[in-house]
């Protein structure tokens, strides 16, 4: 029951984040000049990492288009991020820090989305300021991986939700 409970806090995570609603324009952010970046992604899945308290690992989550969820996120050179979900779109802010590079790929990063329902997201995950994820990309694969700790908002010992996404 409480691994429900979990997943479907966190799930409501995600549909928030990514639901109808108004995003702040007004917020000055520019993300790294990073091209790739740049375009239509599509949620492709979502896993959570979950290191429970006896210490044993487990891994579960789903594969979001397969089951009929359609989340698209289009990342603009100038700060603005567009997340569709349903026919739904609402935009948002966003900004990127890169770490370190693989030859074109982000190896180590963090990608903030900012804006009301992410500033308030990012609290409830024990965040300080915007909502941040860990990001890696492969170019060659087209895929984004976000990294998020939500241990805070869970039973488990260590909780990390991994969302997976494919470059349109």
Not at 22 to 35: H, L, R, V, W, Y
Not at 46 to 63: L, M, N, R
Not at 93 to 122: P, S
Request: hydrophobic share 40%; aromatic share 8%; glycine share 8%.
């Amino acid at each position: 029951m409480k691994k429900l409970l979990s997943c479907a806090v966190l799930l409501s995570i995600l549909v928030l984040n990514l639901s109808a609603g108004c995003g702040s324009k007004t917020e000055a952010a520019q993300p790294d000049n990073f091209q790739s970046l740049i375009g239509k992604w599509e949620a492709i899945r979502f896993v959570y990492e979950i290191v429970k308290q006896d210490g044993s690992e487990i891994a579960t989550g789903t594969e979001l288009k397969s089951k009929g969820n359609v989340i698209i996120w289009e990342f603009f050179s100038d700060g603005r991020l567009v997340a569709t979900q349903d026919g739904k779109s609402r935009e948002v802010r966003w900004e990127l820090k890169v770490k370190r590079l693989n030859g074109v790929n982000i190896d180590v990063g963090e990608l903030k989305i900012i804006g009301t329902q992410e500033k308030q997201l990012a609290e409830t995950l024990g965040q300080s300021s915007d909502l941040t994820y860990a990001i890696e990309t492969s170019s060659e694969a087209k895929i984004m991986s976000l990294r998020v700790d939500a241990t805070k908002i869970g039973p488990y010992k260590q909780n990390t939700l991994i969302y997976t996404y494919h470059k349109l």
